[in-house]
DNA sequence: GCGGCCGATGTAAACGTTTTCATAAATTCG
DNA sequence: CGAATTTATGAAAACGTTTACATCGGCCGC
């Protein structure tokens, strides 16, 4: 295949002129330009672009680690980064299932001459060290850290202020009765949700520790699981604020077993807005966070400080959570024909 | 930082000898090999992956370009990439948004020394010819083509298979007025599950022509327009196929404004089997597909070709749709009346 | 007519690896 | 004991770009 030699012979010219047609350096004479172009197109010469960033030690290309890939969640923040990358005419490389230090600083290091910086979002299992380390030698934007991690960028959800809306909700439509499916503790996002649970309790006079909290894994089995524990409870409490939507279909199965009637006998509030909380019967009020937008702003980030001429200081972003009110938390009446859970 | 010389210098040895250490090939002495990867450990080395694949010409990577990331379909399709790349070691190039030609041209081109090979789902938009262009460069393995093309692999998913499956179950219930709510014409996809629609009316003696066929482009929005057109006929089709999931939604929907009860009045079969279906009301009888399998095997194809030392044909493979029988299509409910085949 | 400048182009040295070939030392063997 | 073989290592040429620097006309102003 054609390389930048075979362009220069079949031009009459030398490598540096095919280069600089190339790059459009306006140095070149329209003529000459001309008759590279019509060289090039003539061999169907593509640039290798190993070799380019070989020299100018840039990629055009960010490495993104993230810990898993199922599901709705991954899905929306590989959308966003892609999104803006594109827009920048970036490439993203992209690996995931790095459970532990080994898998995350081995995928970084096999990113090194490949990508100009990485989009790091790492489990509770990996160190702050580790961080450290490959910040050495590239850039990073840690999204949803568990910690701060010194000259890295990151952006976050507010889980605290998305838990205390909904909680504050659920204490204004008159409940005070609330019991919390949490997240595991040691997980960030699971402990900020619970804090601002408990926050929104105190500020209305009532003890958190008073509340029943059970704990879950996020994932819909544990919701049941912890559902059925709250719901034996006597006097049962009458609202339930799950850290996220799939334990809250959990529980929602739960009570439905139960015969209970939602909202009517238990008042339900989730967490993230997946796609199916607006499809579930009643339709889930939950926290709608902008997963798209996270992915969008992490580029964002990383460009500002690839881009930027000044090594400013990295920034520290977080994005809104918002209480989006629908049906199973009692506060809309219930429109249309759905049908009544048995 | 630290290159393949600086360690040489450091271990006192030739950059010869480090890069074998690195490659794990067995000439270096134990000692020798032993102060080298100390001196390497001491000055933080990592190697370069340009340099290196510039060299040997192999870049472990795969580039893969996507018509869009929005959804489960393409979620679980990169899922399915990354999950066996990441098993034979190799990083994913990824790239989305390719509405045309010279989108889709210019994607491939800058990724050539970037990647050993390209998964490639294009449009309908997306010429033959720009995929024999680009196929002269690289290794090509094609996610649902529309069409067949020289030299590159396929995968693709039995659409056809589904919609004969999904419509042969509706009139084994005993239905003889089945609508279809059809994807958009010229769509791979769309066209084949029509297609198995029709066969199956026809191998009961029914003419697919007669059959109301409405057509939608695959969202929710137009499931819904094209359901209160059908419902609207008179007499009432006894039962729908739509080709997806998410219009399968919308129609029903449209038949609750409308009072009708699922599958009672009106029996619905969809094709996907996204997340979503299991948990509709009641749950969606539709076509399951391997979406996660469609991307393994995709890399799976391309490692044999990229791996394989001699030029063997590449592969056609078509993954099974097979049919989940839930409560939308009436089946379960009425166990006692599926007996008789007729 | 000449120094200086400018615009266009070429020469060659990087960038950081791998790998072929050469070589030196150590070992085997008849 | 010397020739042949093996083992371990180094020197240097690739790979395909970009870019600093050199070169060379032509043109300007004086």
């Known amino acids: 295949?054609?390389?930048?030699?075979?362009?220069?012979?079949?031009?009459?010219?030398?490598?540096?002129?095919?280069?600089?047609?190339?790059?459009?350096?306006?140095?070149?004479?329209?003529?000459?330009?001309?008759?590279?172009?019509?060289?090039?197109?003539?061999?169907?010469?593509?640039?290798?672009?190993?070799?380019?960033?070989?020299?100018?030690?840039?990629?055009?290309?960010?490495?993104?680690?993230?810990?898993?890939?199922?599901?709705?969640?991954?899905?929306?923040?590989?959308?966003?980064?892609?999104?803006?990358?594109?827009?920048?005419?970036?490439?993203?490389l992209l690996s995931s299932s790095h459970?532990?230090?080994?898998?995350v600083f081995n995928a970084a290091r096999a990113m090194l001459g490949r990508v100009d910086g990485l989009i790091l979002m790492t489990p509770d299992t990996v160190s702050p060290d580790v961080v450290a380390r490959v910040r050495k030698r590239l850039p990073i934007v840690l999204l949803n850290p568990s910690f701060a991690a010194d000259g890295c960028g990151s952006v976050a959800i507010d889980n605290y202020g998305g838990a205390y809306a909904a909680t504050s909700h659920l204490l204004q439509l008159g409940h005070r009765d609330i019991a919390m499916i949490a997240g595991p503790a040691g997980n960030v996002d699971a402990d900020d949700r619970r804090r601002g649970f408990q926050t929104a309790l105190r500020e209305f006079g009532l003890d958190p520790a008073r509340a029943e909290t059970e704990v879950g894994d996020f994932r819909e089995a544990a919701g049941h699981a912890a559902g059925l524990t709250i719901l034996a409870r006597r006097p049962r409490p009458t609202a339930v604020f799950a850290a996220n939507d799939s334990m809250a279909i959990g529980l929602l199965g739960a009570a439905r077993e139960q015969g209970l009637r939602i909202p009517d006998d238990l008042a339900v509030v989730g967490f993230d807005d997946i796609?199916?909380?607006?499809?579930?019967?009643?339709?889930?009020?939950?926290?709608?966070?902008?997963?798209?937008?996270?992915?969008?702003?992490a580029v964002a980030m990383m460009l500002a400080t690839v881009e930027a001429a000044d090594a400013h200081s990295p920034d520290r972003e977080v994005l809104p959570a918002v209480l989006t009110v629908r049906e199973s938390c009692g506060a809309k009446r219930r429109v249309g024909l759905t049908q009544s859970p048995r």
Chains 1, 2 share one sequence.
Request: glycine share 6%; charged share 20%.
């Open 275 to 297: 796609t199916i909380a607006r499809y579930l019967n009643p339709p889930l009020t939950t926290v709608t966070v902008d997963i798209f937008g996270l992915g969008r702003k």
């Open 99 to 103: 459970a532990n230090n080994d898998d």
């Open 1 to 92: 295949m054609a390389n930048i030699r075979d362009v220069a012979r079949a031009a009459g010219v030398s490598i540096a002129t095919v280069s600089r047609v190339f790059n459009n350096l306006e140095l070149v004479n329209g003529d000459t330009a001309r008759r590279v172009l019509q060289a090039a197109a003539a061999c169907d010469y593509w640039p290798n672009e190993a070799a380019k960033s070989l020299t100018t030690n840039r990629c055009n290309a960010f490495g993104v680690l993230l810990p898993d890939l199922y599901g709705e969640f991954y899905s929306e923040i590989i959308r966003g980064i892609d999104q803006r990358a594109r827009q920048a005419r970036y490439q993203i």
